[in-house]
């Protein structure tokens, strides 16, 4: 039976895919996979080249760890450096899509995926690709597959000998009027032979050959959906092929089209198209927080068939350069039945399309959602006697858990569970990332002491502030009473510091480091507040003047640090002592994080005069209050002398401010000031140069990559 799998240059996507698993003496039972895509790259008017990346994954039946490789040539970075238009941006995040290619056209790719600069040899017929270590060799009756296995760099030399005829997968209309066509030759069974280390395996494999436009990835039009898919191929022991495709929408994830081809032992071909997909099991990627379904339902009605796909390892996950970010492809095991007869078999499952993102804030709001799960499990909203013990130790005589529940833990949940955009927590992860440390062991102790110290600070922020709404409703000292909602706020910035003495990850140099900088934000943000209150208390006509004859504006800029930025600091700062960074790494995120904090403060002063839904304050409440922010400093900086007078009666003056019509036109004067547009860009400026200097220091990664796109969302602000 002969092979031909030559190339389609005219293709503007074109890849060789093979799994399958080999075993031999003293060689355990693994499983593999290997892609090469071949992308067409045109440039302007360039004459259209090659472009290759490379996929290999491999993964050993009994240790279960799954060693992977995502290389790319050096024309493929060229051609998506240089491409003046995204297809991909009508669907993916923009600021996701800017950063993405600022970041590469600096830096190269992220540090999961290879750049190899070797040239790639193509040659059509017979086919041969040679990449550096890796090469798939056409001869008449059988294809040569060679590679270095990841991790182990084991040499793996194979031989595949088809045992049926090929495939042709048609195309079905449903498809096609998707605009989705692509030609798919696929040879699923065949014998392996070769060796590993020059040691004898055997084995199967399968391969398959697929070419056509990049409209199976991309989007073909603007506003038209982002295709994935999920895709099994099955071997069973009955010696039947089974391939069953579902395309979905990406974003809503809702099946588009769905194909099934059966080849049976005897090499007849079936094609069904009603195909019943159920996701029965997920699994969280912890290295890019990517849900994927790994164990499925598969029901085939016309053929009798009800299967269920069970993965070797649920982590088999393989990085992808560009917006996929990466993809579920693995092996795993069929059972189930057709027609009722007990069927069981090999199968290889790969689920496309799980990790684009859309929008960073629904990427946001489910690592908000992670955050809160680990707060409840610290403080759950229900305290019962194994939550006291945890918290205070045994009773000497008795305790009623009951009464805490009332008195602490409610108030607290009350204000947490209103929302938050819980960015705090979400930054020193992605900056832990970023720093090269896994942050899953810490996920919890950098919630807890994130967002439980920062709550607390919002209780009393309020009551000092005599703010009436915080998160859309009442304050908690106005619902639960001032004395109630001063004993919760205290109880969370002692109460986090448990998870720090007690976890299992740090040392005790690193516990001592940690809470001496806690303590230290404490008091940063009580002198903070110090400034802050003085201000409001002596706000009259003749201090203000001074203020402004003084340039007061450097101590306002002063107290954010204390206030707002000194905590992200800590948790800057935290995140580099468990990372082990050098000194000059360490002050560089210290820095950082400072200037994010005070910038993230100044674009808060602006969205209290912008009126919208999703400000869930009141509006002008600032000036309402007569507090000197920076917004309103610059803004009577700006103001001419008859205006800056107006600004300045009804600022400094409790009843003026009060008015609801004066109020009205002190918003007004600050919006005409232009200061909001030009507070606003002081933020982005203040930002970069640490940014930066900082980014300097670390490599490329998805999370340095993320860590850019939060640091954007945190201080956009549109007029």
């Avoid at 969370?492 to 001496?516: G, S």
């Avoid at 200037?595 to 209290?608: C, R």
Wanted: glycine share 6%; aromatic share 10%; net charge positive.
């Amino acid at each position: 039976m002969e092979f031909n799998i030559s190339p389609h240059s005219d293709s503007s996507i074109e890849w060789w895919f093979v799994h399958g698993f080999c075993e031999g003496q003293n060689v355990t039972k693994r499983y593999f996979m290997t892609t090469l895509f071949r992308h067409k790259a045109v440039l302007d008017d360039a004459r259209p080249k090659n472009a290759f990346s490379l996929l290999i994954s491999t993964i050993d039946s009994q240790k279960k760890a799954q060693q992977t490789c995502s290389r790319i040539d050096q024309s493929l970075l060229d051609y998506v450096i240089g491409r003046k238009e995204i297809p991909a941006k009508q669907n993916i995040d923009q600021k996701i899509v800017d950063i993405f290619l600022e970041e590469i056209r600096k830096n190269g790719p992220p540090g999961n995926i290879s750049l190899d600069e070797t040239k790639v040899e193509l040659k059509g017929f017979p086919f041969r690709v040679h990449w550096q270590d890796f090469s798939l060799l056409q001869k008449k009756k059988h294809i040569k597959l060679s590679f270095l296995e990841p991790g182990s760099k084991d040499e793996c030399c194979f031989k595949l000998s088809p045992q049926n005829r090929p495939i042709a997968i048609k195309t079905s209309e449903d498809t096609k009027r998707l605009k989705r066509d692509i030609k798919y030759f696929s040879y699923p069974r065949q014998l392996l032979s070769g060796t590993v280390n020059g040691i004898p395996v055997a084995g199967e494999a399968w391969l398959d050959h697929q070419w056509g436009d990049n409209i199976w990835f991309l989007p073909n039009k603007p506003r038209s959906r982002m295709i994935g898919w999920d895709w099994f191929g099955i071997n069973l022991e009955d010696g039947s092929n089974w391939i069953v495709t579902v395309l979905r929408d990406a974003k809503t994830r809702k099946p588009l089209v769905s194909h099934v081809t059966v080849q049976d032992k005897t090499g007849s071909i079936r094609s069904y198209k009603s195909v019943v997909l159920k996701r029965l099991r997920y699994w969280e990627s912890p290295s890019t927080a990517i849900c994927y379904p790994v164990e499925w339902y598969i029901g085939i009605p016309e053929a009798g068939a009800k299967l269920t796909f069970f993965p070797l390892s649920d982590n088999q996950e393989i990085p992808v350069f560009g917006f996929m970010r990466s993809v579920w492809e693995g092996a795993g095991h069929i059972f189930g039945k057709i027609n009722g007869k007990n069927v069981k078999g090999y199968a290889r499952g790969e689920f496309q399309g799980y990790g684009y993102i859309f929008d960073f804030k629904d990427y946001l709001k489910r690592a908000a959602s992670k955050v809160d799960r680990h707060i409840k499990e610290f403080l759950p909203p229900k305290i019962d006697d194994a939550a006291m013990q945890k918290y205070v130790g045994p009773p000497t005589w008795h305790y009623k858990a009951s009464v805490y529940t009332k008195m602490l833990s409610k108030p607290v949940w009350d204000l947490v569970s209103r929302g938050g955009k819980r960015w705090r927590p979400i930054f020193t992860l992605l900056l832990l990332d970023a720093l090269g440390k896994s942050p899953a062991p810490y996920e919890s102790l950098v919630s807890v002491l994130a967002e439980l110290s920062h709550t607390g600070s919002l209780i009393i922020d309020d009551i000092e502030d005599s703010s009436l709404i915080r998160r859309g409703e009442e304050c908690i000292h106005l619902r639960y009473g001032q004395d109630l909602a001063i004993n919760a706020s205290n109880t969370l910035y002692f109460l986090p510091t448990l998870i720090l003495h007690k976890h299992p990850h740090l040392t005790d140099k690193q516990k001592l480091e940690i809470h001496e900088l806690i303590m230290k934000h404490y008091i940063q943000a009580h002198f903070g507040q110090a400034l802050d209150l003085y201000w409001s208390r002596n706000m009259n006509s003749i201090q203000l003047n001074k203020w402004l004859h003084d340039s007061a504006s450097p101590q306002i800029l002063q107290m954010y640090a204390f206030k707002t930025a000194a905590p992200v600091m800590v948790l800057a700062e935290t995140a580099a002592i468990i990372a082990h960074v050098p000194m000059n790494v360490r002050k560089a995120c210290i820095r950082f994080a400072q200037s994010l904090g005070v910038a993230f403060q100044i674009v808060d002063d602006i969205h209290n005069f912008k009126k919208s839904s999703k400000w869930k304050k009141d509006w002008g409440e600032d000036l309402k209050e007569g507090k000197l922010t920076y917004v309103i400093f610059r803004s009577l900086e700006r103001l001419g002398k008859n205006e800056k007078n107006h600004l300045c009666q009804i600022l400094s003056q409790p009843e003026k401010r009060k008015n609801p019509l004066l109020l009205q036109e002190g918003i007004s004067l600050i919006k005409k000031s232009g200061a909001l547009r030009s507070c606003h860009e002081e933020a982005k400026a203040l930002i970069m140069p640490d940014w930066q200097k900082l980014s300097d220091m670390i490599p490329l990664s998805e999370s340095k990559i993320f860590l850019h796109v939060l640091c954007s969302y945190l201080t956009d602000f549109k007029l």
